[in-house]
């Protein structure tokens, strides 16, 4: 088991930033990689960024790539994502993800088995 929360979110000015933090507890070391996820009143749970534990190398959505930045402190067991630049449209709950496998692809929901409670982002225009 793996256990994850999220902490760090809130409510931040358009252009503004914020810092989220997930730390990861229980049998971290079984974890692969982490993932940032984010979903909107009605909308689905779409990818924002992700990073392999090992390797440190990094994924990101179009929407967010030059903004959000990912980041680990493998001493922490903790991935941070750093949100800057923020925009009405970044506002969701961040849920935070690890994944026990060795997967080629990141993005899709379906492959993380442990989950957040998640962090509310609210941008003001």
């Known amino acids: 088991q793996v256990q994850l929360v999220e902490s760090g979110g809130g409510l931040v000015q358009a252009g503004g930033s914020l810092r989220l933090s997930c730390a990861a507890s229980?049998?971290?070391?079984?974890?692969?990689?982490m993932g940032w996820f984010r979903q909107a009143p009605g909308k689905e749970r779409e990818f924002v960024a992700a990073i392999r534990w090992r390797i440190s190398s990094t994924v990101y959505a179009n929407s967010v790539k030059g903004r959000f930045t990912i980041s680990i402190d493998n001493a922490k067991n903790t991935v941070y994502l750093q949100m800057n630049t923020l925009k009405p449209e970044d506002t969701a709950v961040y849920y935070c993800a690890a994944t026990l496998r060795n997967a080629l692809i990141l993005t899709t929901t379906t492959i993380y088995d442990y989950w957040g409670q998640g962090t509310q982002v609210t941008v003001s225009s």
């Open positions: 229980g049998r971290t070391f079984s974890s692969n990689a």
